[in-house]
């Protein structure tokens, strides 16, 4: 089993050190948008509807830890990177590889191992939509970098035994509809953790290839449930117990408001699961 380091982790994955910045910033924001100054804000905002991008119907309100957008457009906090990012920040930069624009992101890419990652199948959709429209307008020909962990808690390029495999981590650019779907495997729980997803989410697929001028960064936090079900399968076995110890409301990047960050998911073990998310900036 693959341990990460527990000092780095703290320090990189939102640590005291980095609760108390973001947090500060996130009191000013709703101060400033009581204020009537929010709506010049840049934000992020997310819901787990299903619903095109030109209805904000079913949005969830604004819960503590975030601040509300024109109309039913909920604004969710900007997250830590982490760690194990891969675009430059922390070392290595997968987004300047050729290959690295793809949907399908299970298996490894260019010059790596080439190696696959098993798992519970999954497919996420995020829906990037405009804030300042209320979320009522998608926005096409944007980019989205997604990377989580293998079923392990390893994440490639960083994590000793798969620093030479590329996998699970991918772009793309949105479609008409602010839509960006991929394909990979349900990520493990490794110790400190809820289960997630990180995205970074660029103005144009050149910005998200060069690795420059990322408009938002944040996490998307998988259910509970099913989370319990994927666990309870061959291989992800560490997660179970990693998974007892947390909650969202404990965790260090979701404990001050994930309705947001919550991805809405169906499906089965048998024929893999589906998640969907969309967020607006």
Known sequence: MRRHDDDEFHEHDRGLSHDLPVLARRRMIRL??????????????????????????????SAEGTSSSTGDCATVPEETAGPYPGD??????????????????TSS?????????????LTFTLTVVDAASGCGTPRKDAAVYVWHCD?????????????????????QETDERGRVTFTSVFPGCYTGRWPHIHFEVYG?????TSATA???????????????TVYATEG????????GRLSLESDSVFRDGHD???????????????ATLTIAV
């Not at 990322?214 to 319990?228: G, R």
């Not at 992800?236 to 998974?243: A, F, G, P, Q």
């Not at 947001?260 to 589906?274: D, F, N, P, T």
């Open 260 to 274: 947001q960050q919550l991805a809405a998911v169906e499906g089965s073990v048998e024929k893999g699961y589906r």
């Open 109 to 121: 890419f260019g010059d790596s191992a080439g190696g696959t990652a098993e798992g519970v199948p």
């Open 151 to 171: 079923r392990e808690g390893g994440y490639s390029l960083y994590t000793e035994g798969v620093t030479d495999e590329n996998y699970l981590r991918g772009v």
């Open 88 to 105: 430059g920040s922390n070392g290595v930069n997968v987004l300047k590889e050729t290959g690295v624009v793809r949907s399908d992101i």
């Open 204 to 208: 144009s697929l050149r910005d998200a």
């Open 32 to 61: 400033l948008a009581g204020a009537g100054a929010g709506a010049g804000l840049v934000a992020l905002a997310g819901c787990t509807s299903e619903d095109t991008p030109s209805s904000a119907e079913g949005a969830s309100s």
């Open 214 to 228: 990322i408009t938002s960064t944040s996490q998307l936090a998988l259910p509970k449930d099913v989370c319990e």
């Open 236 to 243: 992800y076995e560490s997660s179970v117990d990693n998974l």
